[in-house]
């Protein structure tokens, strides 16, 4: 049955939704121009950790180390951080390609932190456990070029795992962060933006702040975030533009907040002047138990996600609150807190917005009233709407 409702229309039945379950190739809105770009090829699968050919090679066990650099021995002690730090110091000064250090040993660090200067690609094949050094990432990069973290398993409690800004080329493929506390992946907010970011597969859990947070991002590329019992929001984008996303999948993320497995805020996704064109893009947004599913807020927009499997969101399953050219095409929502759009009187009314959903065992609501809304709503849900 279809009910229209003042100048929306609401679509009430029981009709179920296509999923997408695979990334689409999608194209990226050129912020200038308009046109459409074509997608990149497909990604080549990523190498097993230490294949490949590398240029340092740190091993050991126990607290004895030994780095090497073409057959010759660079460090050979009992500091793991240090092991690291030589090999990463053995690579060509000034050098004009990217040149790589794997480490085959596991060790920890405590609060020490590892530095990637420009044209860097650091494997981590073993497991590092790292500690708190406040304001500052375990491993982390600033205002450098072309730097690769193909391979990382990390475990402990660090103030952020991962750092960066100010970079232009970075890479971090298949991430592995099973912390006890801290935040895993952070863009600095007040430092100078990042551009040409890409990320495979990332899995994070156990964070007491959010799993991945990016400031000031333009041009993000990711293939899956994967967030487990994260205190806060699993992929939090601030003020970030032309981004692609195939999965976020969270379980047990920002339990009893006002976050969410995906939040979009602080003008994410504009591209200037209040253009909010399409450029935030994701495939799949997953959610399971924890706070909200999806939350878009303070004046961001620009975004199209093509599926939601979202149930049981112990607050608002959806809600988007005072932002502006946002589509979500499909998807379920099973139970947990409704699906709301909203508006705080700080900034603008929330405008622009198109949501097609089969809602089963919870609400769907409008308050106060948005601008050019639209409602395409299946299940059993409630209604109530502009």
């Given amino acids: 049955m279809t009910r229209t409702i003042g100048r929306k229309t609401a679509t009430l039945g029981a009709a179920a939704l296509t999923a997408v379950t695979a990334l689409a190739s999608f194209a990226l809105i050129d912020q200038n121009a308009g046109a459409q770009q074509e997608s990149p ?125 100010g970079m232009d080329g970075l890479h971090l493929g298949q991430i592995d962060l099973n912390l006890s506390g801290g935040l895993g992946i952070r863009f600095d907010r007040d430092e100078p933006g990042s551009t040409d970011v890409t990320m495979d597969d990332v899995f994070v859990s156990g964070t007491d702040n959010h799993g991945v947070e990016t400031w000031n991002v333009d041009g993000l590329e990711i293939g899956t975030i994967t967030a487990r019992d994260v205190a806060y929001a699993g992929l939090l984008l601030n003020n970030t533009r032309n981004a692609r996303i195939g999965t976020v999948d969270g379980e047990n993320v920002a339990t009893g907040t006002g976050y969410a497995t995906f939040r ?74 409704e699906v709301r759009i909203a508006a705080r009187s700080e900034f603008s009314n929330t405008r622009d917005v198109s949501i097609t959903l089969e809602v089963d065992g919870t609400s769907v609501r409008e308050s106060p009233c948005g601008e050019n809304i639209e409602w395409n709503i299946s299940g059993n849900a409630s209604v109530d709407v502009c």
Avoid: K, W
């Fill in 41 to 165: 090829a497909e990604a080549v699968p990523a190498q097993d950790c230490g294949a490949g050919d590398y240029n340092a090679v740190v091993e050991g066990s126990g607290g004895s180390y030994s780095t090497t650099n073409g057959g010759e021995e660079v460090y050979s002690g009992g500091d793991y951080r240090e092991a690291i730090q030589a090999g990463i110091g053995s690579l060509t000064p000034g050098r004009g390609q990217q040149e790589s250090v794997v480490v085959h040993a596991s060790g920890g660090i405590g609060t020490g932190v590892i530095d990637l200067p420009s044209r860097t690609s650091l494997s981590v094949c073993g497991t590092i456990d790292v500690g708190n050094a406040p304001g500052r990432g375990s491993i982390e990069a600033t205002d450098a070029e072309d730097v690769s973290v193909p391979h990382l398993n990390m475990t402990g409690s660090p103030y952020f795992g991962l750092r960066f800004h």
């Fill in 264 to 337: 979009m805020a602080n003008e994410n996704g504009n591209l200037g002047g209040g253009n909010y064109s399409t450029n935030i893009e994701v495939d799949n947004v997953i959610s399971r138990g924890g706070g909200r599913g999806v939350f878009c807020v303070s004046q961001s927009g620009g975004a199209l996600i093509r599926n939601v499997d979202l149930a049981d969101n112990g607050n608002n399953s959806i809600l988007i609150e005072n932002c502006y050219g946002v589509t979500i095409e499909g998807g379920t929502v099973e139970g947990g807190g």
